[in-house]
């Protein structure tokens, strides 16, 4: 398997824009959560899905931040519009069932808002 | 949700035994203690999880003593590779997992 894919990798872009992020889960893992990590705060758990339905969204900082999963394969976090606080890296994890089981993180995905 | 504590820092040489401790004094009887091992540039990699007593695994061995308010987290023998930053996660399926600030640990030849 190839483990958790997040595009892109490195994304540059300028206050206001809208930034889509994508994340391709481990085939069969029912769970996905989506990250972000500053140095100030650390990793942060925006959102988490179960079986494609969001569970808990708490963590998601303010309206400007969406997420979805359409379906098993896929899900997206967008920022619209963006700020330069936005800019950190953003994890994508799937796990098998639940936060309680193993998760396994993609690469991030770097982003900086200008 | 149970807060963890650990310390901020870390350092070592190569080859000696690393014991890194963490703190969850509210710890819920169904929740479990893991641990995540982060590199620069990476995601979290799952290392070890425990309930009581003791876990070991290729890797690493998990010390839970009976009253569980705490965990220690052990590293046989590390070597450079082993500097990373360590998250201890306490919780269970009903609640999410909180990633706190971790534990820095350096290793020196």
């Known amino acids: 398997d190839a483990g958790v894919i997040q595009s892109p990798r490195h994304e540059v872009t300028e206050m206001g824009q809208e930034v889509t992020l994508r994340c391709k889960p481990i085939?069969?893992?029912?769970?996905l959560f989506w990250y972000r990590q500053t140095m100030m705060r650390g990793l942060e758990l925006l959102i988490y899905?179960?079986?494609?339905?969001?569970?808990?969204d708490s963590g998601m900082p303010e309206d400007r931040f969406s997420a979805k999963m359409p379906n098993a394969s896929f899900s997206t976090l967008k920022i619209q519009p963006s700020e330069p606080r936005d800019s950190a890296v953003y994890f994508c994890?799937?796990?098998?069932?639940?936060?309680?089981?193993?998760?396994?993180f993609g690469p991030g995905t770097r982003l900086l808002v200008l | 949700l149970a807060k963890t504590t650990q310390p901020i820092s870390m350092d070592s040489y190569e080859g000696q035994e690393v014991n890194i401790t963490c703190s969850h004094n509210?710890?819920?009887?169904?929740?479990?203690i893991t641990w995540y091992q982060q590199f620069p540039s990476q995601g979290p990699r799952f290392i070890i999880q425990?309930?009581?007593t003791k876990v070991t695994n290729e890797v690493a061995s998990l010390f839970i003593p009976a009253d569980r308010k705490s965990s220690t987290l052990s590293l046989p023998r590390v070597s450079l590779s082993d500097t990373a930053v360590y998250y201890c996660?306490?919780?269970?399926?009903?609640?999410?997992?909180?990633f706190g600030g971790g534990t820095r640990l350096m290793v020196k030849p």
């Open positions: 994890a799937s796990s098998t069932r639940g936060v309680q089981e193993t998760q396994y």
């Open positions: 085939s069969g893992h029912n769970s």
């Open positions: 899905f179960n079986n494609n339905v969001p569970i808990d």
């Open positions: 509210n710890i819920a009887t169904n929740d479990y």
């Open positions: 425990g309930y009581k």
């Open positions: 996660l306490v919780g269970n399926a009903g609640n999410m997992l909180t």
